[in-house]
């Protein structure tokens, strides 16, 4: 621990590493429980239906909770780049920074301008705009995600006909940037994660409630069934689209050689080469995970055609405790895909020392431990709330429609558990 | 190309600074203009909607910099790396603070959450100001003229805030029934009176006179009358007093901004004062920002407040422009085609998605809701 505190360089990575596993754990949520929210208010709105209303309403409180925490860890996320790793965007501003402007100034934009007017927008609009508002929120939400993307796909397999002009490396070609085959294999890994995960969290909270034989206006029955199809159905494709990643990395990126001849890559690689345990970790937590999560489809579709889904406890409870595996999984590979990328920032081209700002000991220790507390307190309220809620179920969420009235001015008489908008 | 990228970047910074001046200066005032339990409630979620649509800009700004301009984005982080933690920290409590509220069933979770909300507002508010400071002074942060920035700040901040707590700190469940019996603007003669329209909670209210008259809500009904006549089956111990409280604090911060406004002025001349390339344009520009409060300054003050702190914030990032020369550099025409052709399919979302929340949410707050 002494050691960690001395080391700036080892102190940014791992304030970076968790930041990202933090960040990532809320946004894989966010981006796996949208299209259940979006695809269940389509058909609440298109029947004119309350109680499915009221689902959208559950589910959109657990939503907005989370969103508020990968927000939050997100806006750490990206002032931490520009404040502990100035070399990256020294040399990589450009082709590393502009997807980033795009995702921030663009996609996230709109994302929480939009989520805004949907949390506000409950009975003051119409029903037609007001799921319109939770389509731009989702659309936006992926959109992000591929931007991320390009930048961190810029990271592990370099291109865009690049050169490098007075220390700042140009792209020439935008295109390749935006189609760089590491962007879109982890946008189509991302993406399909995501729905494992946010079906596992729509699975596990339905179980809950079904296995206390609490199933108001029939949500969670629905919920189990939604739940366990879409799990079914992007587990396999998940693994698939995942592997077909390690082919790229076998191959040399178009923009090696520009900083570095082969054999200085080589000795670089050679010295610095991390020590295979994190890979080894990461690659196990998530294959293990996945292999785990392919039986229990197994037994989910086998209780499914014995049309038990909503009633046997004995598959119930276990199910509660189903989205440990996805979000295992999920950091697993984001410390598998930046882990093998070591010693490099940008491969072939950057080392991650050379990307650090140049930093003091107590500067990087100040900001780690800062950071590092802050976050592990934001986390733990959320999940805990997360929970709260998702056990509480429809009646007393965040969105839940107002039922009582709150005291009218009775001073610190405060708070009715039930909100409106 | 880089003209219009400039002009993104600047337009960012000034979105931000006024938008986000309504919900930090609030939250700034919130222990003196909000004391009781429901009134703190209605300040936080009359923040919440402005710090949804606005912390977007200042994400941007950060984006925008990055992505377009590195070399601006190195200088401007060199050296105030203390000051970007400071303003991280106090950004990301703050925001902590205004999701979590609304969440918290126990009155000691509501309390840390209120330290939140209001000492990240206040570190927003003394950071942002400090790197201006530095900005303008050419690097030093302790400097007279950077401390006498940040004051201008704060002091622009909360005034901004006033303005915004006057208009939406009016109980909705009082002024909603007014809409539909009154919807004719109260005369101008009752506005003036305005302070003192709740019996026993305003000492002296009646006697500010104009000073403190003009708040008025959206509707443009002023905020004391609303709070005096509510109408009946409303709540009726439903007050008006933090919008009046914060309508009468327009004017001493007006003149607090000034002050520290001419303080700079005044250190500008002094070593780490302004490193002004451009001296002319740069005092042109300052005399906009000194010419907003002193208008807002007297007697006129809280009617004026929303519009005069808005112009002095937004001529900020203009300030820095005039006075200081950034290093910026072309945007490369790939990475400019990239961004543009990117961004502009989903300005259209941005404008629209910002002007149909702040009119959504342009009636006063309501008591409770996913925020407060």
């Known amino acids: 621990m002494f050691d960690l505190f001395q080391d700036p360089l080892l102190l940014a990575r791992v304030q970076f590493a968790l930041t990202a596993s933090v960040h990532y754990i809320f946004v894989a949520l966010t981006l796996g429980l949208a299209p259940f929210i979006l695809f269940g208010q389509l058909g609440a709105t298109l029947r004119r239906d309350e109680a499915r209303m009221r689902a959208v309403r559950f589910w959109g409180g657990l939503y907005v909770v989370n969103y508020a925490m990968g927000v939050l860890s997100g806006l750490v996320m990206e002032l931490q780049l520009a404040l502990n790793w100035s070399g990256l965007g020294d040399m990589f501003g450009y082709a590393f920074g502009a997807p980033l402007a795009v995702e921030t100034m663009g996609a996230f934009f709109v994302e929480s301008t939009f989520l805004g007017l949907w949390i506000f927008g409950w009975d003051r609009m119409s029903r037609w705009a007001h799921l319109m508002c939770f389509a731009v929120v989702t659309g936006t939400a992926y959109l992000s995600a591929y931007w991320v993307l390009v930048a961190n796909g810029f990271l592990r397999y370099p291109v865009g006909g690049l050169r490098i002009e007075d220390g700042t490396a140009r792209v020439s070609d935008p295109a390749a940037l935006m189609a760089n085959p590491s962007t879109l294999m982890a946008f189509g890994h991302i993406c399909l994660s995501a729905l494992v995960l946010g079906s596992a969290v729509v699975i596990a909270v339905s179980a809950y409630h079904l296995a206390r034989r609490n199933d108001p206006d029939r949500m969670f029955g629905r919920g189990i069934r939604w739940g366990t199809a879409v799990f079914a159905l992007a587990l396999y494709p998940t693994a698939h689209v995942g592997v077909m990643q390690f082919a790229l990395y076998d191959r040399v990126p178009p923009g090696s050689g520009l900083t570095y001849g082969p054999e200085e890559i080589a000795a670089i690689e050679a010295e610095g080469s991390a020590p295979g345990f994190f890979d080894a970790f990461g690659d196990g937590l998530m294959m293990g995970s996945w292999a785990l999560m392919s039986v229990i489809t197994l037994v989910l579709l086998a209780v499914w055609l014995l049309r038990r889904l909503d009633r046997w406890r004995g598959v119930l409870w276990p199910l509660v405790l189903l989205p440990f595996l996805p979000y295992g999984a999920s950091v697993g590979g984001w410390v598998l895909r930046e882990t093998q990328r070591q010693p490099w920032a940008v491969e072939d081209l950057l080392t991650t020392a050379d990307a650090m700002t140049d930093m003091t000991p107590s500067m990087a220790a100040v900001s780690f431990s800062l950071f590092t507390l802050a976050f592990a307190a934001l986390a733990t309220v959320t999940y805990v709330l997360l929970v709260r809620y998702a056990r509480l179920g429809p009646e007393l969420g965040p969105l839940a429609p107002l039922r009582t009235k709150g005291p009218a001015e009775g001073d610190d008489a405060e708070l009715p558990t039930v909100h409106t908008f | ?372």
Not at chain 2, 68 to 82: M, Q, S
Not at chain 2, 114 to 132: E, F, K, N, P, Q
Not at chain 2, 253 to 272: F, I, Y
Request: hydrophobic share 55%; net charge positive.
């Open chain 2, 1 to 372: 190309m880089e003209i219009l990228a400039v002009v993104l970047l600047a337009g960012l910074v000034s979105g931000y600074l006024v938008l986000a001046g309504c919900d930090i200066g609030l939250g700034m005032l919130m222990p003196y203009v909000a004391r009781t339990g429901a009134e703190r409630r209605r300040a936080v979620s009359a923040m919440a909607p402005y710090f949804l649509g606005s912390e977007v800009w200042l994400l941007g700004t950060v984006g925008v910099a990055m992505g377009l301009f590195p070399v601006l984005k190195a200088e401007v982080i060199t050296g105030r790396w203390p000051v970007f933690v400071a303003l991280l920290a106090g950004w990301l409590f703050r925001d902590a603070g205004l999701w979590m509220r609304g969440r918290m069933r126990t009155g000691a979770g509501r309390a840390v959450c209120d330290v939140w909300i209001v000492g990240g507002s206040w570190t927003l508010a003394l950071s942002l100001g400090l790197v201006v400071g530095g900005l303008l002074g050419g690097g030093s942060l302790l400097s007279p003229f950077a401390i006498a920035c940040a004051l201008t700040a704060v002091a622009l901040f909360a005034l901004r805030g006033a303005a915004f707590g006057a208009e939406r700190l009016v109980p909705a469940a009082a002024a909603e029934p007014m809409h539909r019996q009154s919807p004719s603007p109260a005369p101008d003669g009752v506005a003036a009176g305005g302070g003192g329209a709740v019996p026993g909670r305003l000492p002296g209210g009646g006697a500010s006179g104009s000073g403190a008259g003009g708040a008025r809500t959206a509707s443009g009904v002023p905020a004391a009358v609303i709070g005096h006549t509510a109408a009946p089956g409303s709540m009726p111990t439903e007050s008006a007093v933090s919008a009046d409280t914060a309508a009468r604090a327009t004017r001493p911060l007006a003149r607090a901004a000034l002050a520290a406004a001419l303080l700079a002025a005044a250190a500008s001349p002094l070593p780490g004062g302004v490193a002004a390339e451009r001296p002319l344009a740069a005092a042109a520009t300052a005399l906009v920002v000194l010419g907003a409060l002193a208008a807002t300054s007297g007697l006129t003050g809280p009617r004026l407040s929303r519009h005069t702190s808005a112009a002095a914030l937004a001529s900020v990032p203009l300030l820095i422009a005039a006075a200081v020369n950034l290093p910026v550099a072309p945007v490369p025409d790939g990475i400019a085609v990239l961004f543009y052709s990117a961004v502009a399919p989903l300005v259209p979302f941005m404008v629209l998605g910002q002007i149909w929340l702040y009119r959504m949410v342009r009636r006063p707050a309501p008591a409770s809701g996913f925020f407060g």
